[in-house]
């Protein structure tokens, strides 16, 4: 099999975050502020990663902005050729800090957004003040022109504000605005009784989704990520496991996508052992779910095979215990069951307080 090589890389700078939302996506256990990686390897990294064929670079955390160093990095990525992408919730950014990041050679702002309101967001990403903050940096990066994407993580205490969220993304100066259905990985899983969308909340979301972006076409493109559990089949999970792109952690694990450290039989090699184009092209972890000879029945014959190749390893792991099963979410599933009775779990009793990412949030 030709293995190409990764076009994107996720450098995950930090696990340091001011906010504390309750679908974190990072490792239950986080990466310690001195055992990260320092501004020379990263500088390397990009280098290393530029010369595999890497095209595009999500600067990402945790919040990248609490990296003192992210201007010399933004830099390094700049001075390697990469285009690149700053993953943010905006708190740490000021209009200096902004101005220093586009002079250094950011192309493109990714901002997140946790709800169309202070008590909404703030409540959502419990930090309290980190909505007036967002705003104040939304408005630099549109006073400045700077190409900037709305990721809006949806889920059962957001998802009926859709039509705000839209409206918002304009006022904002997005050009891109994605709609994205927490997925339930790491601390997301401890909360999904309180994220889960219901069935209906779901089917209007696509519905409303698919005319916003009929009616704006040309001003603002939307991306739908639905929740995966009422999906039909399972999406390709990073495009298949380490066919487009790559992570590194912030203390220099090299993965195929960010929740595979969950899986205990694989080992992950670092920027510190192995230059990164061995550990794409050669490790044991990045070629176990490669392609489709790998695959479990029913997967192996089915149509869709070169489609999904799947679906997700993490959440096979997470759903049917095991790592190299069928995706559960998809209906051909001999494990869907498990996929119903969470659904059937996760609306049935008070589910009204979230669990949060680190500490108590404000009230
Ligand atoms: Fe995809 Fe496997 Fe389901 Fe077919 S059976 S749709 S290949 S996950
Ligand atoms: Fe790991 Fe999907 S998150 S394969």
Redesign the pocket.
């Known amino acids: 099999m030709t293995v190409p090589p990764p076009i994107a890389l996720l450098a995950e700078l930090t696990h340091r975050c001011p906010l504390a939302c309750p679908y974190c996506s990072n490792p239950l256990q986080l990466v310690r502020k001195d055992h990260e990686l320092s501004t020379s390897v990263w500088l390397d990294v990009f280098q290393q990663a530029a010369q595999l064929g890497v095209l595009q670079l999500h600067l990402s955390g945790g919040e990248p902005a609490a990296r003192p160093d992210l201007v010399e990095l933004m830099q390094g990525a700049r001075d390697a050729g990469l285009y690149t992408n700053l993953i943010t919730s905006g708190i740490g950014l000021t209009p200096r800090r902004i101005g220093q990041l586009e002079d250094a050679g950011l192309d493109h702002i990714q901002l997140s957004l946790q709800g169309t309101n202070a008590d909404l967001a703030d409540w959502v990403g419990g930090y309290k003040g980190g909505f007036d903050r967002k705003m104040q940096v939304a408005a630099e990066i549109k006073a400045r022109g700077i190409p900037l994407t709305v990721n809006a993580v949806m889920h059962r205490h957001n998802l009926d504000d859709l039509d705000r969220t839209i409206e918002m993304a304009q006022e904002l100066g997005a050009r891109r605005l994605e709609v994205a259905c927490v997925q339930f990985?790491g601390w997301a899983t401890k909360n999904r009784g309180m994220l889960l969308p219901t069935r209906e909340q779901t089917a209007e979301t696509k519905r409303k989704v698919a005319e916003a972006a009929q009616r704006l076409q040309g001003i603002l493109a939307i991306d739908f990520v639905p929740p995966d559990y009422y999906a039909e089949y399972p999406k390709a999970?990073?495009g298949g496991?380490g066919s487009a792109g790559v992570n590194v952690t912030p203390e220099g694990k090299v993965l195929?996508?960010?929740?595979?450290e969950t899986i205990p039989h694989l080992q992950f090699e670092t920027v510190k052992d192995r230059p990164l184009g061995d550990i794409w092209y050669k490790s044991a972890a990045f070629n176990a779910y490669r392609g489709t000879e790998w695959l479990p029945n029913p997967c192996k014959s089915c149509d869709r095979k070169e489609i999904d190749f799947g679906g997700?390893?993490?959440?096979a792991l997470a759903l049917a215990g095991d790592a190299n099963a069928t995706d559960p979410v998809c209906s051909r599933a001999p494990g869907r069951a498990a996929v119903d009775a969470v659904l059937a779990a996760a609306h049935a009793g008070d589910n009204n307080e979230f669990t949060y990412r680190i500490a108590a949030p404000p009230k």
């Not at 997700?312 to 959440?315: A, D, E, S, T, Y």
Request: hydrophobic content about 30%; glycine content about 0%; some cysteine.
């Open positions: 990985h999970c990073m496991w195929p996508c960010h929740a595979a997700c390893r993490c959440q």
